[in-house]
């Protein structure tokens, strides 16, 4: 890792979800003459938004003021205990028809009705009226997206990791720094504007269902530059069965005769209390906090095993394996309705970021942030796009090769480092607050404070960013 490559643009956008490719396409179509390049970790379909394991997602979608009220109005309501800005869920709702239809119209593949239509579906939290569409081929959604930023001439870096953020002295967002996965270099990117899509932080937890390379560290390091965060320790876990880890429906614990193996071995009925929650657990597939059917979810949980497995028994079947997998983060980096972060120069999209939802979210509702706050935050970046000699690349190069004096890379040490926190991690996942956090918070602080090696000790900021909120 001696040699630095040093590259410049005018925005720089890191991540090649959904949020990150429609910032680009954002920033590209504002009519100036702006140099718009993406860092991706991966060299394809990547993040939460292309390693969805249904290979379809969701999207609220509101054609008139009394769909925008009863969203609202629904997203309002399920935010407790968590925080939600009204201002940011009201531009959801505004614009979420205007980009729906861009969707379609660039070719993403909908479901359709027996009448041919693009047809709408019942979402978690809100079942009625049906405001969801479901496009499938996420692959072929990533490329359709991909084409128009390319044919936009924008460029896209592949293979790079992000390991820190550059600053000038007035607390500017001048740049980042990237380790080169293929060839273990180092990458310096110089730029006027940098837009934040790099997802979320489940890839810290035993049991993930997105990418496992979202380990958060581009959350610890938005934290570390001083933007503010907000609902943190509020993400989505969904029961999946182990074996096949198709999705377990846990409300299916009220039909009669089913039994659950404790963590002493021994078999249970499930009591009449905890079944009656089933029809309100039904109406949403990840558990939520802060809700009267949380219960059915922690009951389930105080029976898993230290490894947070669960044995269960329906009638006529036999037993099998079910386990809570972490699916997304409802919380990140706060923003306003332009996508800043406070911090100039840098913005942020997509599920790196909070503040639109509280700690629980209306099914559809991300996949429409990353495309509302997509196009705001690219439009944003190419708006703050106005001095281009706000530094020399003299001076940029001179505060990179400071920084990367104080990086450490132990490759050694981050393996078996993280897989440590995924133990430690392991009985963490369930409904906020959880019992026995302040231990294991203790843990990784301990662990966070010897640590040499750059991505490891991110990734713990990041989970004490989750933790320490839920104590």
């Excluded at 001696?2 to 590259?7: A, D, E, H, S």
């Excluded at 479901?134 to 992000?162: D, P, Y």
């Amino acid at each position: 890792m001696g040699k630095i490559i040093y590259r410049t643009c005018d925005i720089l956008i890191v991540g090649a979800g959904l949020a990150g490719l429609r910032a680009g396409i954002s920033a590209l179509s504002c009519g100036r003459d702006l140099h718009v390049r993406l860092a991706s970790q991966a060299w394809g379909p990547s993040g939460s938004s292309f390693t969805n394991p249904n290979h379809a997602l969701g999207m609220i979608v509101c054609h008139n003021d009394k769909e925008k009220e009863r969203f609202v109005k629904t997203a309002t309501a399920m935010a407790p205990p968590g925080i939600i800005q009204p201002d940011l869920t009201m531009a959801l709702a505004e614009e979420s028809g205007a980009l729906y239809q861009d969707m379609v119209q660039a070719g993403l593949s909908f479901k359709k009705n027996p009448r041919g239509k693009n047809r709408r579906h019942s979402a978690c939290f809100l079942q009625k009226p049906r405001m969801a569409y479901v496009f499938t081929g996420l692959a072929s959604a990533f490329f359709i997206m991909k084409k128009r930023f390319l044919h936009q001439k924008g460029q896209i870096w592949e293979g790079l990791s992000l390991i820190d953020l550059v600053k000038n002295d007035e607390n500017r967002i001048i740049g980042a720094i990237f380790v080169h996965q293929p060839s273990k270099q180092i990458w310096a990117i110089h730029c006027q504007a940098l837009v934040m899509a790099t997802g979320g932080s489940t890839g810290l937890f035993p049991r993930s269902l997105t990418d496992h390379g979202n380990l958060g560290i581009p959350l610890a390091l938005m934290h570390g530059a001083g933007a503010e965060m907000i609902n943190m320790n509020y993400l989505q876990y969904t029961w999946h069965d182990q074996e096949n880890l198709r999705p377990w429906p846990c409300w299916q614990i009220h039909i009669p005769g089913v039994l659950i193996r404790t963590r002493d071995n021994r078999e249970l009925p499930v009591p009449r209390q905890i079944a009656d929650l089933c029809a309100q657990r039904q109406t949403h597939v990840p558990l939520a906090h802060g809700t009267d059917d949380s219960a059915l979810d922690n009951y389930l949980l105080d029976h898993a095993t230290s490894h947070g497995t669960l044995g269960v028994k329906l009638p006529d079947q036999d037993w099998k394996s079910v386990a809570l997998h972490a699916h997304a983060m409802n919380g990140g980096v706060r923003i306003d309705t332009m996508a800043r972060t406070g911090i100039p120069g840098l913005f942020a999209c997509g599920e790196c970021t909070g503040g639109m939802h509280g700690a629980n979210r209306v099914g559809g509702a991300m996949v429409l942030s990353t495309q509302v706050f997509g196009k705001k935050a690219g439009a944003s970046a190419a708006r703050f796009v106005h001095d281009p000699d706000f530094e020399t690349g003299k001076r940029f190069k001179e505060r990179v090769k400071h920084q990367k004096a104080s990086h450490y890379d132990d490759p050694m040490e981050f393996e078996t480092g993280l897989a440590r926190l995924k133990t430690i991690l392991t009985g963490c996942e369930g409904p906020m607050p959880r019992p026995d956090i302040t231990p294991r918070l203790d843990m990784i602080r301990s662990m966070k404070a010897q640590a040499r090696d750059r991505r490891l000790h991110l990734a713990l900021s990041c989970a004490v960013l989750i933790l320490e909120k839920s104590t």
